[in-house]
């Protein structure tokens, strides 16, 4: 269950106070009084009425008090709530649309590398934020059939054909002995149950199924999550080399307090470690439209200060991926999301006008 669908929805007087709270926050990040809300904005409600939503909001996890004493700060969950339902959609300029598309058309002919490359270089310098762009990893893609083949010992190659026609090759280093007959049936259980299913699916299921049955699980069956999960280990690891950041030390140049810079020297550490982005990208593709993660709901460390904005993107032949903007959670979001939004339409119609062209 994504975090949204938890969300209670909040009166027309509840949401003004918390799109005040929010916005004033995010021109200036400390705590927000109800005098700052009144003096600032068009409110026909008295300071004291103010408080009581401010602490009705506090009560539903809206608004945090930092101290007895001071105001209130937006929580994970209500800047969550400002952004997917509090916030103005926003047009992009006809300027900042035409850098994105010359970013997704920048090559003669398609080449991956590049396009992400480009892509992520102009949403950065759009946004003012650091951005990510990322292919499609096998954790989330349908795989056709699978075939499991005896190499020497311990060792068996699992050769993994997807739904698209790409092949992808792995090897298996096995716990104990093992023989081409038990790996034919290895194969046949694959392909009888999980065909058109996701790795990641099929990690899923296995890891129910080994649940409910407990001490009955049979061997197959644990045989088969253990093959899953070591298949899936390595395609994060080839996808983390599919994922493109850019301009992560524009968020270096937006820290205000001294706590700041720890917050950002973590997320420097988690951009320089990619693996741990591939299933923050793989979740926003197996969704459409926006998808939004804010601070600790990434369940990475790293970016526990930031928001996430991510949006997925497809192609001709079944390629996927996404872009995205990591900033902090005092961002901008109407613009954000609208960059975001626009870049992504931009590769999906490039990736298929370029594949189309050339296959025709």
Avoid at 36 to 63: Q, Y
Avoid at 260 to 271: G, N, Q, R, S, W
Avoid at 291 to 312: D, K, M, Y
Wanted: glycine share 6%; with cysteine.
């Amino acid at each position: 269950m994504h975090p949204e669908d938890v969300v209670p929805m909040l009166n027309e007087r509840a949401c003004g106070v918390l799109r005040a709270v929010v916005e004033s926050y995010i021109e200036k990040p400390e705590p927000v009084g109800s005098g700052a809300i009144v003096k600032s904005h068009d409110f026909n409600l008295s300071p004291a009425t103010i408080r009581s939503v401010m602490a009705e909001l506090e009560e539903a996890g809206f608004l945090s008090q930092p101290h007895t004493s001071a105001g209130r700060t937006p929580t994970d969950q209500g800047f969550r709530y400002y952004a997917l339902y509090l916030v103005e959609p926003v047009d992009l300029s006809s300027e900042q649309a035409q850098d994105i598309h010359r970013a997704a058309y920048s090559f003669e002919w398609l080449e991956l590398t590049g396009l992400m490359e480009s892509v992520v270089k102009s949403l950065s310098s759009l946004s003012r934020h650091a951005s990510l762009a990322g292919l499609i990893s096998l954790g989330s893609a349908p795989i056709k059939k699978a075939q499991f083949v005896h190499i020497r010992d311990r060792m068996a190659l699992a050769v993994i054909i997807m739904a698209n026609g790409e092949t992808r090759h792995y090897f298996i280093k096995a716990r104990d002995d093992i023989s081409q007959d038990s790996l034919d049936k290895m194969t046949n259980y694959f392909n009888d149950r999980f065909s058109y299913f996701s790795l990641a699916q099929i990690r899923r299921l296995l890891f129910r199924e080994i649940q409910k049955e407990k001490n009955q699980a049979n061997k197959m069956m644990i045989s088969a999550f253990w093959v899953t999960e070591e298949i899936e280990k390595q395609a994060n690891h080839d996808n983390a080399d599919k994922i493109y950041i850019e301009g992560a030390n524009n968020l270096l140049s937006q820290s205000d307090r001294s706590g700041d810079y720890e917050i950002i020297k973590a997320l420097f550490e988690t951009l320089s470690e990619k693996e741990k982005l591939v299933s923050l990208l793989d979740e926003c593709i197996k969704s459409d439209g926006i998808n939004l993660t804010i601070g600790a709901e990434s369940q990475i460390e790293g970016l526990s200060g930031f928001s996430v904005i991510t949006h997925p993107f497809s192609g001709y032949g079944g390629m996927e991926g996404a872009v995205g903007i990591i900033g902090r959670k005092r961002m901008d979001y109407g613009h954000v999301m609208a960059l975001v939004a626009y870049a992504a339409k931009s590769v999906g119609e490039r990736l298929s006008s370029d594949r189309t062209r050339r296959a025709n």
